[in-house]
């Protein structure tokens, strides 16, 4: 798991239970079934409303993405563009069929220039999985923005169930806290899971989804290089702002290992 979302997720835990225990109430007062059912199951029906099943099941799906540890090493990429233009420089295409490739997305590239596909050929290919990535990669951050839209608002809904209930029984006192209760944990239980959970994801997600584009246009962009036949050079030179570092400068070795180690550090 990725350490920031799992160390977010503990502090905002750590910090909500710290916070009851302080006020001196007791623990189990804010656990409240029925404002629970109104704010998940209302949310994830809304949420399920809004959207196509198979959709909405796929966006669930993806959103795994935000917990993921694995980041795209573009630097490390671009190094094995390099060698694999290299080797199609020296002996031909054909040669980079016997390369060990690690990242699928680098290999389908590979594989186009292997089954002889001319440069434009290549690069739509390239360009159109990345389009269908970033969609559904935006689908996801759609969903989880609705689940943040809505969450509120059927805490609101719950707030007025209690309401209601209160009003009604106002003869018996006996009911009023308990309806009470409802009203407010509700609105409690909405504002949680929107601004502390569903929110927060939605944001590492659209972060995780810039990354891969990233990494998936460095990819794009190389292959293309390869397919026209580009000196090495040049295309270390063309694809180094992907990198956010001038590493065809005098001092090139020391901007690449500066880049290392921080990409270690992440």
Known sequence: MDKASGLGISIIIL???????????????????PSIFIVVGGTFGAVMLS???????????????????KQPNLFDTLDNLVDLSNDARKSGVLALEDSEIENEFLQKGVNLLLDGHDTDTVEFALSREILQTRQRNNQSI??????????????????????????????????????????????????????????????KLGERADEIKQHMMLVR?????????????????????????????PGKSENRQGYKERNKEK
Request: no cysteine; glycine share 10%; net charge negative.
């Open 221 to 249: 962009d190389g292959i293309a290089h390869i397919s026209r036949g580009d000196n090495p050079k040049l295309m270390l030179e063309m694809l180094a702002v992907y990198l956010g570092e001038d590493i065809s400068s």
């Open 51 to 69: 959207y196509r099943l198979s959709n909405f099941l796929d966006a669930l799906s993806n959103i795994k993405l935000a917990f993921s540890s």
């Open 142 to 203: 759609k969903v989880l923005n609705s689940f943040t839209e809505l969450a509120p608002a059927m805490g609101m809904i719950g707030t007025l169930i209690g309401l209601v209930a209160m009003l009604v029984a106002m003869e018996d006192p006996k009911t009023i806290g308990p309806s009470m209760s409802v009203a407010l944990l509700t609105t409690l239980y909405g504002a949680l899971l929107a601004n502390g959970f569903t929110g927060p994801l939605a944001n």
């Open 15 to 33: 910090a909500i239970i710290f916070a009851i225990n302080m006020s001196g109430a007791d623990t189990g007062i804010f656990v409240n079934i």
